[in-house]
Nanobody
Framework: QVQLVESGGGLVQAGGSLRLSCAAS????????MGWFRQVPGKEREFVAA????????????RYTDSVKGRFTISRDNAKNTVYLQMNSLRPEDTALYYC???????????????????WGQGTQVTVSS
């Protein structure tokens, strides 16, 4: 069982930055693929970014949805059992509830498919004002 707790959300002006954190319980954090998703009321949950587990052999270890490429960066600190989402140049359309998710790492990776993730946090709200 993995428990995920997000933090770092808040209200920021357009063009500003926030760093989201997701702290995971357990001793096997490095073996999980981690992802960030977001959701606004009335819409489906949307993939934002993902990072591969530490033992994966893959050409690229990070994935981003097109709308955040060049602005957001996902990273992980396995010693702290934490994954981060650095968000720069924020836009009003980035406003959403941001969720952290964990998927048991393996040989295949489907970073943008929410159904592939086994554990989810409660979310942290990000609001970007224009």
């Amino acid at each position: 069982q993995v428990q995920l707790v997000e933090s770092g959300g808040g209200l920021v002006q357009a063009g500003g930055s926030l760093r989201l954190s997701c702290a995971a319980s357990g001793h096997t954090f490095s073996s999980y693929d981690m992802g960030w998703f977001r959701q606004v009321p009335g819409k489906e949950r949307e993939f934002v970014a993902a990072i591969r587990w530490s033992g994966a052999i893959t050409y690229k270890t990070e994935r981003y949805t097109d709308s955040v490429k060049g602005r957001f960066t996902i990273s992980r600190d396995n010693a702290k059992n934490t994954v981060y989402l650095q968000m720069n140049s924020l836009r009003p359309e980035d406003t959403a509830l941001y969720y952290c998710a964990a998927s048991r790492g393996g040989t295949t990776w489907f970073p943008s498919q929410s159904s592939r993730y086994d554990y989810w946090g409660q979310g942290t709200q990000v609001t970007v004002s224009s």
